[in-house]
Every structure is written in structure tokens, then in C-alpha cells.
């Protein structure tokens, strides 16, 4: 199996999910502006979204993956699939538990996340954010059922199913603000209801395509005897831990997303569309190599490779570097111009783009960090030690709380994001550090010269982007909005051209980054 053509088909699919994401977005800031009440949809999708990476995304995969491939390789078939049925009946009656208590505690929740809405001159925000929230609960047990779904899919190398559903996420969202959101009597409610449909059509375009391979679970009552597998014990051991690792994580947004609504109205708001612009690299570049290693690891780690392991590694640390630094470089210099054509439309103001595009920059300087996190917790996860990086999580949570002491007085809004990207460049760096340590990476030759040669594509791509931005107002050009995107556009392709082009100058060429693993 190639891994860079794997990758791309991901990030394919991936940059299709944030494209469709990005028109959501768009129609929500046209529709809704930066206001309290788009702040109370915000708080209450970050709640099924929290649980989501806590049980679904993060600590779930984290576990499951690693042990479902050993357990492909070393039993038959039809021990593999009596797994899966438990391993779904399992966490379909769990979820089914925690989203009715979330439904009855919806209150609470809504105040633990975001205690500024419970002011005396917020009750409308805060009665609407708890509506919502309890619509969207549900949607933590269908995204938990597709995580699953995701892992079988991507052990059995079905990449591409998996990496396309959530574009019926945003389709499913964009509908409800078109044409729900007039017959509600308040309008941002349709939101609700577009994030509950869009979940249910994610769960049954997955649970279709395991079908299609023959993996279709069959969801049952025995609970005793799906917990007395030892397969099913050793993911729940494995995912106690990587609870806690991502709850650390999350709690660190659920803080930061408490400390926003503290804030100017609109703060949660402005964070949230320039994570959106955050999500591109992350996905295209931190999910997609994510997805495609962690299978590739587990198994070079099962069959004793450590030599092809720490290949792996090193292959995907430098495609990030390749491809991640230049879209920092990009976010930060390119900030005025993403954020104007993308969202400066409507109720969304010359001040709502400023506040946005502070938090822009913000996170950019760490999204190296953010990057490289997805490279390297995955090579603890496929070893099967999740306690590492939960203790590296731990002290990353002090860290960022800290720094937001530091960094909020004096920044806003936007210091909570420096503090995110500081604190994952943090958590970079102590992975990195962790894996050398105990020999699982050990770096291959010439990495001196691939920095020296990207640092000037870098400098040459900076110097172009820099000249070009002084030359655009991007805020006068609102009433032309075909022409603003056409220049971003274009300022994209040109700073692309500059960048690989220094690029080839310098010798790179696409061959050098592919790889190919050993194919089950």
C-alpha cells in the first residue's frame, strides 16, 4: 500500500468536509452574525462535540484500533467479527446511558461550559443554549457508533468512506439554515436540528459500507458476555487511561470556552470561525497522516519491525513540516484576506473580521504543534502505551492555563488561542522527546539539510505573500465579493508556485515522499 496516495485520497475527502464546512460556516456568520445568541449555538454544539472526541474520536480509536488489527492478525474471521458485535453492543448501551443522563442534566451542562450565559441579562441566551444542547446529546451516540464504524473501516484500509461522512454533517446543517431556520421562532434552533440529522446520516452511510465488506455488528443484549471477552476488557483498560488523556484536552477547551463567554459578546464566536480556518491543515494534513499511520504503525509493531516503525515516523513527521509550515506562514500573513472573503458578508462586521483574525494568527503560531501531535501520539497509541501521553496531556493542561493567565488579560479572546497552540507545541516537543527515548524513533539521515532547504522556500514564500498583502484592501472590496475570492484565489496558487517551486529548485521532488508498507 502506497501511504502518500492513501493520505491524499483522506485529505481529498477531508478538504471536501472542510470546504462544505466552510459554506456552513459562511451561511451561519451571513445568517447570524457574531452575536450572544450565536455564542449560545456555539457553547451547545461543543458539548455533544466534547463528548464526542472523549468517547468517539479520541479515547475510543485510540484503544481500539491497536487491538482490533492484533486480533485480525492473529485470529479467524469469524472471532474478529463476534469482537465487533460485542465491542458495538457494548458501547452502543454505554452511550445510550450517558445521553439520556445528558438530556435530563442539560442545565448544569450548559453552566458548567459556559457560566457566562447564566447572567441576569443572558436568560435568553442561556434557555436557547440548553434547548439545543438537549436536541443535540443524542448526537454524541451516533458519532460514537461512526467512530467505530471508522476504525473497522480504516484496520480493513477503507479509508475513503470514513473520511467523506462528516461532509453530510455540514450539508445536513447548511440545509437546516437555509430552510429551517424561517420556521423557527428562533431561527439559530434549526442548527440543532440540522446537527441531529446530520449524525444519523453519518451513522447510516458507514454502518452501509461495513456491510458492504461483511462487518455489519449485530447489536444484542449479552453484556455479561461481551464484557467476559478479554479482547473487550483489554480496549476498555486501554481506553480508561486514554480517557483521561483526552478529557485533559478537553477540558482545557471547556475552561477556554467558559473564560470566552466572560468575555465580549461574540468571543466564542470569533474563536470558532478561525478554528474553522485552523481545521483545513489540521485535517488535510494532522487527521489524514494520522488515519493512514496508526494502522501501519500497530502492525509494524506487532510483526517486530522497529525499523520500518521508526521509518514511518520520520516520513510522516517531515511531510508535516513540508506541507505544515508553509500554511502557518500562510495563516498568519494571509489572516485579513481568509477571514474577509469567507465570512464579511451580512450580519458578520469590519469588527467581527478584526476580532476573528487576531485569533487567526493566534493559532497559527502553534499550529506546528497541533501538526505534529497527530504524527506522535499515534506512535505511543500503536505501542499500546496511552499512559505516556496522558501524563504529557496533564502537564500540558497546567501549562496552558497558565499561559492563560499570561496571554488573556493581555490578548482577549485571542490569547486563549496562543495558549491552545503554545501548550500542543509543548506537548509536541515532550512526544517527540518520549519516543526517543525509549528508541521507538530514531531520526534517518539528512534532516539538516531538508530544514536548511525549507527554510528558504519559506523566506521566499513570506516576501511574496508580504508585498502582495500590501497591495489588497480586503475589507473595500465587500461589495465585490466574486473578485475579493478570485484574488484569494490567486494569492493561494501564486504563494503555492513560489513555495514549490523554491521547492524543485532546491531538489525536492514528489518521490521522495512516498512510501509504501506491507499490505494485509
Known amino acids: 500500500m502506497n501511504l502518500l496516495r492513501a493520505a491524499a485520497t483522506v485529505s481529498s475527502y ?5 470546504i462544505t464546512g466552510l459554506v456552513r460556516d459562511i451561511l451561519i456568520a451571513r445568517a447570524f452574525g457574531a452575536g450572544s445568541l450565536t455564542d449560545a449555538f456555539w457553547v451547545a454544539f461543543r458539548i455533544p462535540n466534547l463528548l464526542r472526541r472523549l468517547f468517539a474520536e479520541g479515547a475510543f480509536s485510540q484503544a481500539f484500533v491497536p487491538i482490533l488489527g492484533e486480533a485480525r492478525a492473529r485470529h479467524a474471521p469469524e472471532d474478529t467479527r463476534l469482537l465487533l458485535d460485542r465491542v458495538a453492543s457494548l458501547l452502543t448501551f454505554t452511550l445510550m446511558v450517558v445521553t439520556a443522563l445528558g438530556v435530563v442534566a442539560a442545565p448544569w451542562v450548559v453552566s458548567a461550559v459556559g457560566s457566562g450565559l447564566r447572567g441576569a441579562d443572558r436568560a435568553a441566551d442561556f434557555h436557547s443554549a440548553v434547548w439545543m444542547t438537549r436536541v443535540m446529546f443524542p448526537y ?12 473497522v473501516l480504516n484496520t480493513w484500509r477503507r479509508f475513503g468512506v ?45 454502518f452501509a459500507a461495513l456491510a458492504r465488506i461483511g462487518l455489519f455488528p449485530r447489536i444484542g443484549l449479552g453484556l455479561r458476555t461481551a464484557w467476559a471477552d478479554p479482547y473487550v476488557r483489554r480496549i476498555v483498560r486501554q481506553m480508561l487511561p486514554a480517557i483521561v488523556g483526552v478529557s485533559v484536552a478537553q477540558l482545557s477547551l471547556l ?3 467558559n473564560i470566552a463567554t466572560w468575555l465580549a459578546p ?3 464566536t470569533w474563536l470558532s470561525f478561525a478554528d474553522r480556518l485552523m481545521e483545513f491543515p489540521t485535517a488535510l494534513l494532522g487527521i489524514a497522516l494520522s488515519t493512514v499511520l496508526l494502522p501501519s504503525l500497530s502492525q509494524a509493531h506487532a510483526a517486530g519491525r522497529p525499523e520500518e516503525y521508526s521509518a514511518l515516523l520520520d516520513w510522516g513527521l517531515r511531510l508535516t513540516l513540508l506541507l505544515g509550515l508553509p500554511a502557518c506562514l500562510g495563516l498568519a500573513l494571509m ?22 483574525r487576531t485569533a487567526v494568527i493566534a493559532y497559527a503560531v502553534g499550529l506546528i504543534g497541533l501538526l505534529s501531535v497527530k504524527i506522535l501520539a499515534p506512535g505511543f497509541y500503536a505501542r499500546q502505551d496511552i499512559r505516556t501521553p496522558v501524563k504529557i496531556a496533564l502537564v500540558v493542561l497546567v501549562a496552558t492555563q497558565c499561559l492563560n493567565l499570561v496571554f ?4 482577549q479572546h485571542a490569547g486563549l488561542a496562543l495558549s491552545i497552540g503554545t501548550g500542543a507545541c509543548i506537548n509536541a516537543l515532550a512526544l517527540l522527546v518520549g519516543l526517543r527515548r525509549r528508541g521507538a524513533y530514531r531520526p534517518a539521515g539528512g534532516w539538516a ?56 529548485a532546491l531538489g525536492f521532488r514528489p518521490r521522495d515522499f512516498r512510501r509504501r508498507v506491507v499490505s494485509d
Open 408 to 411: 488573556v488579560p493581555w490578548l
Open 266 to 268: 461574540g468571543s466564542v
Open 255 to 257: 475552561i477556554n470556552t
Open 335 to 356: 489572516s485579513e484576506g481568509l477571514v474577509s472573503t469567507l465570512f464579511h458578508y451580512g450580519a458578520f462586521t469590519a469588527v467581527d473580521v478584526a476580532q476573528t
Open 14 to 18: 477531508t478538504l471536501l468536509s472542510r
Open 140 to 151: 454524541i451516540l451516533c458519532m460514537s457508533l461512526v467512530a467505530f464504524a471508522s476504525g
Open 162 to 206: 470514513p473520511a467523506f461522512t462528516p461532509v453530510l454533517l455540514n450539508l445536513s446543517m447548511i440545509a437546516a439554515s437555509l430552510w429551517l431556520a424561517p420556521r423557527f421562532s428562533v431561527p439559530i434552533h434549526a442548527l440543532a436540528v440540522g446537527v441531529m440529522v446530520g449524525g444519523v446520516a453519518q451513522l447510516a452511510v458507514q
Open 449 to 504: 539539510g531538508f530544514l536548511v532547504r525549507l527554510v528558504v522556500a519559506l523566506a521566499a514564500m513570506g516576501a511574496a505573500l508580504w508585498f502582495i498583502e500590501q497591495q489588497i484592501d480586503w475589507l473595500g472590496l465587500q461589495a465585490r465579493a466574486w473578485m475579493r475570492a478570485a484574488l484569494l484565489l490567486a494569492v493561494v496558487a501564486g504563494s503555492a508556485v513560489v513555495y514549490f517551486g523554491a521547492l524543485f
